[in-house]
């Protein structure tokens, strides 16, 4: 278990589920793992889809950001969806990780504290 609120944990995992399935083309997989790893729950999304390629990884977390926005408007979305995930993962105080390879798939790798640190007053 982890200390969080059901809607927030919902949203994140939403959120990379709906990216996986929007660049995934038909017949492609996806992976969803959950596992506890020590004090931390592990949570992993990949997928057999377009990939993003390497120099646009440091920015896919900034608001409104695009690989590529022609691509973006034919499939929709609003550029909010990562930036979101990247929010709740810091607010839990934990760790987000991407590998992907235009082509071959993308892999989102979270680890999330199963205790918040106590707060000091």
Known sequence: MIETNEYILRQLLTNLLD?????TPKGGRIVLKI???NSSVLFEVSDT???IPKEHIPRI???F???DPARSREMGGTGLGLPIVKHIVNLHHGLIKVEST???GSRFI???PKQQPKRTT
Do not use: H
């Open 19 to 23: 990216n996986a399935i929007k660049y």
């Open 35 to 37: 596992e506890p790893v």
């Open 49 to 51: 889809g377009i990939g």
């Open 61 to 63: 977390f900034e608001r």
């Open 65 to 67: 950001y695009r690989v």
């Open 102 to 104: 235009p082509g071959i």
């Open 110 to 112: 979270i680890t999330l």
